[in-house]
């Protein structure tokens, strides 16, 4: 004879960001958040009855749904909120919450790098062909303002609407050709950085593309040993969660980030 | 002065699987798909003109789209499909698929093992406190009939549907405790996950704490020295993709994985 | 005022294979192991006296050491000799090993495949330029007997010796040229895939470079519609791990596998 | 009939790390390399013929020979140091370097911050337990001095040797337990990460677990409303490369960080 021992049910890795809209400037939070609860759901393993299990999908909708007015840069209290509504279901005895945050640094009052971890490339080649390249990995920028994405062409398989201001985030690889060597090679690549950092906060954009070549061109600007630079520009997506489903208004402010799938931006920008 | 050099765009890793219903046997497809495109765009870099650039939000809708009629065993022929697809529009170039499909075991007429890597694990504890455990990581099974999730609480916060049979796919990672230790552990940790399996395939369940249950019954029946059993069982959730968006007949056999979020289910058995 | 807590100390994902050689067939193991200790050691922590903490290299050490004789088929008993070997120090409380093993599946007297993921992939490409490829990726094959490397250049780095039979494992990742499609490319694939396993198995090389070309003639000579093969295959290195360090003898049939680095060979065959 | 194509062959992922040791405070590189070689080894392909392959194990050796002296902030030179040293075998016709830097922030003369990603972490229990715990997840740090291990037992598995002076680097895992709730969450949460951090890089310490109770002391210092403080610190180890291998002097500041295995260290401190 088999007897059910402990046992719980949750969503894990729900991802949920969110724009904290100020006067002057942008909060930002980037958080993943899983919630696991105990409680009277002894029948469901036994017996396949369903009536006291909340659905993880539930939960996850939860978390959105509620995000839009409590996820504050009081984590603790957003997971507090968590906690209890859930609880609140006489079924539930036991409710956790685990959060973790992305840590992002301000760069604008829209403006956030970080997210990940940045690191310097190079690559040479010598012999039958012979070059010099510098190169960055792992520049995560993101903006809360200055994007848009319209006036594309649509067929029956178009759903994606029409933005005249979004956010946009991305992990910036990027490798340049050296005409020249620099006499500081670890300078100007700081140089690099900043200018496609500075450029991309600056210049508002009419889509991936458009922000890569104005990043390009100021890159080229900046640095006089450099040919020719190549931008490999994954979008971040943050997708709306219509919260309207909810019976709430939606102020478009909490998002879905997904790592997959990605829209997935190549140039290379010459002089 | 900076000018445009190569360029190109696309959507990457999308994920896409399929039923192929079969009078006794379904077939299950399970693929990764990238689309690149090369073509007359330069303006959208330059001018931000986006009157060509079609979104990679259309490129991964066309790729469900298609999927329902046309993707099979033959996966060129489905890279083929997409190809030309894109080609036919004027100020596209060139286009480039790449696909990679996961690799299933057939275990029964609608049941599946693999897609994975399987680690046999074991867990000894010596002192203070004394047992030995064996286990399981990585055993991912799917069936596409015999799973159903129906009868669970709503609240405002509920979206999802109830259904009656549902694919289900799951990776198994299983610890169970030896009350006494068998003579051939080897011989005994392929008979629990034997047992696992074969519960998985051969029982209906009405949700996958019940599934849970009837595979940990399974064990306990099998073999004797084991005093109980722990599961968990992450939810490889398989999303339906609304073809009906695209004006479109959606026959309930194309499928949108995701890795995150997850349903995270743990439940221990005793005798 | 600070007091010391629970404390517990050890070495995780120590990697250790074994070849277990017999008349007409060789086992193999390929196991990842962990050992946390708890005891007498709060003065370690208070006061910086280590003379009751066992180095955790030295737990690495002690895991080389004893898989020679106790490492079998028993993941179990493995474990329980390496808890008992450090319960046996009076300062330990309480010893905690944990076990994963990898599972190949055999193919031959001295082959194994698997210990990863398969994949099946394609490329098509349509537009200005053309073509369709086939693909595997993650296609691990390793062997216990049968190849050798010597006779290479030495320098002042050198200090690879010489063999004349080493243990090889590889992860194929192989793209194929389609001069014309074949009737049933998923039959087509199937045949590329046994093609390379039954050559690696088959055919002693005197390199990796060597094998490679091997299982490229085989392909090419099996299947007829194919014009090109290129192949990369990363060399999964089993280093040695000397034991008479330990004052014992050694016979070659412990190892440690390493993730990185890795020799990387690269090669293109065609008709 | 088969012919050989392109081909090359190389080692990838070999990291290397160096202390630039200064008058007053030093600089650390951490550096991932790759090298690839192309050349007149067909013969080795298609013959067996081994006398032009230069192993990658020597191209491994090369790296870390090599780095005592040229490896510097100018990622480039080192990277034409390598790529000419394999260019200079007269087979070669060409070498191509690949190296990607991890960055690290200054903290201190000998203290760096850094190389990974950071993320703020809480977890909330409501129900028949309850309690709000915050958390820090992969801040990592690194000190070149200040860190010794000596005064361990030894046994017959021991080959560590003692060291009054070493490299440390780890990735803080921390969970702290709130008695109260602090008014500012955020506020609190940088605290305990500065605390941490300050402690790790002034106070010398006998080990890790010292290290590590030094860092839970300084937090419950700081911040009143923690009760306790668990700490998990993986040992980041970078091991000596012996240089006098090459004959060459080994001065100790060329390293080999390793991913796997590590040492594991988790403490908890208590008011």
Chains 1, 2, 3, 4 share one sequence.
């Not at 995560?140 to 759903?159: C, M, N, W, Y």
Request: hydrophobic share 40%; glycine share 10%.
């Amino acid at each position: 004879m088999a007897t059910l021992g402990p046992h719980r049910w949750g969503k894990s890795e729900v991802r949920v960001s969110k724009i904290h809209r100020g006067e002057v400037a942008d909060e930002f939070s980037d958080v993943t958040v899983s919630v696991l609860l105990e409680g009277d759901v002894a029948a469901a393993h036994t017996e396949g009855d369903n009536s006291e299990v909340i659905p993880t999908d539930t939960m996850r909708n939860t978390i959105y749904g509620l995000a839009q007015e409590h996820l504050t840069k009081d984590l603790e209290g957003f997971g507090v909120v968590l906690a209890e509504h859930f609880l609140s279901r006489e079924s539930v005895g036991q409710a956790t919450v685990g959060l973790a945050e992305r840590v992002w640094q301000r760069e604008t009052a829209n403006g956030f790098v970080g997210g990940g971890s940045v690191r310097r490339a190079a690559r040479i080649v010598r012999g039958r062909e012979t070059g010099t390249r510098g190169g960055v990995e792992g520049l995560v920028v993101l903006k809360t303002r200055g994007s848009a994405f319209s006036g594309f062409p649509t067929d029956e398989f178009t759903i994606l609407t029409e933005k005249e201001d979004r956010l946009l985030a991305t992990s910036i690889t990027a490798w340049w050709e050296y005409a020249e060597m620099p006499g500081d090679t670890a300078a100007t690549w700081g140089m690099v950085c900043r200018s496609m950092i500075d450029s991309f906060f600056a210049e508002p954009s009419a889509s991936v593309q458009h922000q890569g070549y104005l990043m390009g061109e100021a890159v080229l600007a900046a640095v006089s040993e450099i040919s020719e630079i190549s931008l490999r520009l994954p979008n971040q997506h943050h997708l709306d969660f219509d919260l309207t489903r909810f019976d709430m208004e939606d102020h478009g402010i909490v998002f879905q980030p997904v790592t997959e799938p990605y829209g997935d931006i190549a140039l290379t920008i010459r002089r």
